[in-house]
């Protein structure tokens, strides 16, 4: 199981990106797919999750700029971060829970500052 996410870098406040996880091993519209991210010396924060059934759920600090979706047949799942702020600064995780199975990508770094 190999859970890839891309799409990470440097943007200006105010900017956007798109981050995907791209997954094989497993088929992601059967599994919870979350995305956290880990700032500096903070604590893992769940950002967004989408549910097997296509429920979606955001932290309140991202709620209204960030929409996490799922793409079946690329088996890939996007976060998509609009009007960045430099406190979204962070290593971006994707994870995928079903069951008692629980599988996490490597991070992707995105940093906002002008």
């Known amino acids: 199981v190999q859970l890839v996410e891309s799409g990470g870098g440097l943007v200006q406040p105010g900017g956007s990106l798109r981050l995907s996880c791209a997954a094989s091993?497993?088929?992601?519209?059967?599994?919870?797919i979350n995305w956290y991210r880990q700032a500096p010396a903070k604590q893992r924060e769940l950002v967004a999750s989408i549910t097997s059934g296509g429920i979606t759920n955001y932290a309140g600090s991202v709620k209204g700029r960030f929409t996490i979706s799922r793409d079946n047949a690329e088996n890939t799942v996007y976060l998509q971060m609009n009007n960045l702020k430099p406190e979204d600064t962070a290593v971006y995780h994707c994870n995928a829970v079903f069951v008692n199975l629980d599988y996490w990508g490597q991070g992707t770094q995105v940093t906002v500052s002008s």
């Open positions: 091993g497993i088929i992601v519209r059967i599994y919870r």
